[in-house]
């Protein structure tokens, strides 16, 4: 996101005025607003962009998130992504503490970006190319100490195995001999991407191109190749590439202004990262770089912000979180294992005749009749309101609790481009909820026939670090608030209570086991190792990679912080005999229990008795029953305690 923008001389806003701020009141109506604003800095409505380019398709996702969750981009173009790398022999000296060396540091960031591609979107288009080598290799050799490794073509796993190929020293050596170091002409490299471009007929609707390089001047001061690389540069953005550079740490410092600053592009809008001035020095850093570039930041919809009466500003509706989920499974055809696309037809029941959607009725069944509507009538019902937000007052903020948060919340950020004057009223809008720490209450309609939500607009200032990268954009936070039928009263069990002995020893381990979270630190276990299996499988491995679950709790760690305050625990609330880890009595029998019903006499019977039974036919089973000891090589008594002849058992005969 960009940073809070300053309306200049011209366009400041006299917030001051207005008073104190009442529940519910804005501190600023719109006539005073508007009143505030030359007749130059007036909203003027622009045409809103059409958002009919969505469709959905992710039907995995549950509840009321699948609203943001599931908005997907029909192919209006791929984006593309052309990685320009350094070969120099620069590139390929190891840091200090054999930490690995900036060609290294590249290979692993592309190769990373290899992977989430076939992961996350397998349509894009990715290259690799290398100047300032000694061989040549591209279209008739025409550009000289220009390698181009990777065509502009969709990832998979052959160019990651490429990739790996030129990692650690043995791929510093591979690369030495195929590719080798010479001179360098950064205009002509820029040259050769161009073609790359202009060779894809596809349609694309990103073009980005990232320099990797530890040199700050590649040309060593020759001014000519300076020149041409910086006007080849410009003609590359004319044509809407984007150029970025991903500049590596080197001995004395990486100085931007000698060279790179006139190569790169401006950012292409407020909500772009920019360039940055300090070089790369860890592979995670330069990792989180390119993914914040790599991927072009787009809203899940452009709605307005209607402040009051004639009073509307345009705003755009990101999404900061969203859960992962394993991609849904693709249906192949067997015979050559092409994709298989479904259609879905209505036909009459009668006549068999293919049904129009016009010849469709909707039916409701009400009161035992059959209510049929046609489907405008329907979307009629459906609809409450048209898209946008619609501000209804303010609150405080202790007035937000936890539980009202239901989901994710979604981000607004001001969308200058749709209306002129967006971005200075938001600004002031931020900075008085900010000061008076209220919260803005507005009315959210997503999408038509869709049904509204109430949002609560948290405020938030920007934040940025030391180097003056940005850690929080400015704008609003969308909390999802829920109805009144959502919050139930609960009829909570009475338990017995803790005395304060036990609740302060808790507080003193709560205390020791207390951490910082941060949601980054701990990946779904199950989802890494569905991909790491993929890996393995797309590219031959004997095994998949191991992963480390993190969710599981470090019981030595704890044991080490805590040292006897377990025990302490356990004494203040077990009794004296109490072992967790020893096993239970045996459970007695209900009738035990209860001092039960008397048990059943066992039957004592004599050899002759029984002989007798057996001679009539009228012994069939006979349970506790006493048998004399004598009377074993006549009769058997089987595993469940029934009483057989012994001959039965040679003639397969049972009494």
Known sequence: MGRESSCGPYYQLRTQKGGNCKVGIPPLSSQ???????????????????WNDYHHEDEDVDGEERDESEVDYKSTGRDSLVFLVD????MFIKGEDEEPSPFDMTMQCVRSVYTSKIISSDKDLVALVFYGTEQSKNP????????????????????VQDVDGLRGEKGAQVAGETMGSGNTNLGEALWCCSNLYSDIKLRLSHKRLMIFTCRDTPHGGDSERDRQARTKASDLKETGVVIDL????????FDVSLFFCDVVSPPEDEAELGLQME?????????????AKEMKKRSVARLNLCLGEGMNVAVGVYITALQARKPNAIKLYRDNNEPVRTKTRLYHTQTGSLLLPSDTKRVQVYAGRQIVMEKDEVDVIKKFSDPGLELIGFKPMERLKLHHHLRSAVFIYPEEELVTGSACVFTALLRRCSVRNVFALCKYTRIRNSPPRFLA??????????????????????IFLPYADDIRTLDTP?????????????????????????????ENPVLQQHYRNLEALALDLMAPEHIEDHTMPNVNMMDQRLGSLAQEFRDLVYPADYNPEGKTGPKRKPAEAAGGAEKKPKLEMSEDELRGHVQKGTLVTIKNTFVPDDSSKYFHVTRDGALVLASSIRTGFTC
């Open 246 to 253: 991903m500049h590596l740490m080197k001995t004395g410092g």
């Open 32 to 50: 005073e607003l508007t009143s505030h604003l030359p007749k130059r800095a007036r909203l003027v409505r622009a045409p809103m962009a059409q």
């Open 87 to 90: 070969a120099s022999k620069e």
């Open 140 to 159: 008739r050799n025409s550009f000289k100490h220009v390698y181009i490794y990777h065509d502009l073509d969709s990832p998979g796993a052959r160019r």
């Open 494 to 522: 009475q338990l017995p209570t803790a005395s304060e002995p036990q609740v302060d020893k808790m507080k003193e381990i709560v205390h020791k086991l207390r951490f910082k979270y941060r949601s980054d630190a701990f």
């Open 457 to 478: 607009l948290v405020p938030q200032r920007e934040e940025v670090d030391d180097g003056q990268a940005q850690i929080a954009a400015p704008g609003f936070h969308g």
């Open 279 to 291: 070089p790369c020095g860890k592979l995670e850093d330069l990792k989180k770089r390119v993914r």
